[in-house]
């Protein structure tokens, strides 16, 4: 079988914002139990520099929405970063989810040798889509993704490797 980029894309993503659904679920299962408002959850932090994990999770989302449509040669949808509680940032993932599984395989061919414009604060940065995939696109998701798991479970909430790898 030939791996092509639609199918690391969304085979990568997809399942990894599932999960997010599940840590998200699972914070607001956790907060009920132990009588918290879930308000603390979505404002926690691992470290003061760090950000809460409400912008975690707009981040991995839109890593995965932007990394996929510029892959694709798409614009991708713009949300807006005012999510405020555990339901709005899960509404936020699913809608992601939704956008990514929209996107026809089609519009990926080719994609490994698109050039892919980013921009970062004052600059863009420019590369092919291969090692955009791999050496941007991944590592941002990811790092989002397990933040959003720390916060959680440094904050009490039950998860553990099968959460993270969805097993």
Known sequence: MKI?????????????????????????????????????????????????????????????????????????????????????????VVRTIEYLKSIPASAFEGAEDRDIKIPVRERTLEMKGLPYLTSWALPNFYFHVTASYAILRHNGVELGKNDFLGL
Do not use: W, Y
């Open 4 to 92: 092509s980029v639609q199918n690391v894309v969304i085979g990568t993503f997809v399942p990894n914002l599932e999960h997010l659904v599940v840590f998200l679920d699972k914070g607001a299962a956790h907060a009920t139990a132990k009588k918290f408002e879930t308000s603390v959850l979505v404002n926690a932090r691992l470290a003061p520099d760090m950000f809460p994990l409400s912008r975690q999770i707009q981040i991995a989302c839109d890593a995965a929405k932007n990394g996929s449509a510029r892959l694709a040669a798409q614009e991708a949808p713009k949300f807006e970063d005012k999510e405020t509680t555990l339901d709005e940032l899960r509404a936020r």
